[in-house]
């Protein structure tokens, strides 16, 4: 079985400030892939990222940043010099390659940019 | 450039009573799936389709049946609505093995 966990379960930060939200994941498989997707006011729910599990390098997208480490399961996200428009629910999902090839979600941070 | 369409946005239904949930994508996509969102629950599968042809349950199939229509189409069907069923509905789809999911819109689906 596989497992997301998103334990902050609501952010409240004042724009500009850095804010990083976690995840951890369980899995058995040692091929697996993690997804960031995104969920603004408006309901629909955007890619940001898929990392595969052979690359731990770290990513940055311009404000966005991902840390994935292996050894302590975790796949956290940050947003630097936070805005109001990146206030959403932030999801934070697995893939492996068994059952079914499923995408696995966790529960989802709400993060609220106050300007 | 439409991607991933379901429809209806939103509907109410009162218990007992029966619906279809649409959905079409036009991204000759091999796979499609059915999720439910609800608060604090994240998305849940209920069922996914891997190719035209075949179906499979995911982790809360109960209470729905699904139909891969063709590889564009694959709706949900609930029989019998019951209140646990409110909730909204995101059907999605994906190219192949390990490729990311795109969504459609949502369906705000309430049983009263």
């Known amino acids: 079985a596989q497992k997301v966990t998103q334990a902050q379960t609501e952010i409240s930060v004042v724009e500009k400030e850095d804010v990083t939200l976690d995840c951890v994941y369980e899995t058995r498989d040692t091929t697996y892939y993690l997804f960031w997707y995104k969920q603004p006011p408006s309901g629909e729910l955007v890619f940001l990222i898929r990392?595969?599990?052979?690359?731990?390098q770290n990513e940055i997208s311009g404000r966005y940043s991902w840390n994935f480490q292996k050894s302590t399961s975790s796949f956290n996200f940050t947003i630097t010099a936070s805005q109001v428009v990146d206030s959403a629910v932030y999801f934070c999902a697995l893939m492996n390659n068994n059952a079914g090839n499923m995408l696995t979600f966790g529960g989802g941070t709400r993060l609220m940019v106050k300007p | 450039n439409a991607g991933v369409t379901q429809t209806p946005k939103f509907q109410v239904l009162k218990t007992g009573q029966s619906m279809t949930l649409q959905c079409a994508q036009d991204?000759?996509?091999?796979?499609m799936y059915w999720y439910r969102q609800d608060p604090g629950m994240g998305l849940r599968l209920i069922y996914y389709?891997?190719?035209?042809?075949?179906?499979d349950k995911g982790e809360v199939p109960n209470g729905y049946n699904v139909s891969r229509l063709n590889k564009r189409e694959f709706s949900l069907r609930l029989e019998s609505a019951a209140p646990s069923q409110t909730s909204v509905y995101f059907c999605a789809s994906r190219r192949g093995i390990n490729e990311k999911l795109f969504f459609g819109s949502g369906t705000q689906l309430s049983v009263l």
């Open positions: 990392r595969n599990s052979f690359d731990e």
């Open positions: 389709s891997a190719s035209e042809g075949t179906t």
């Open positions: 991204m000759n996509h091999n796979s």
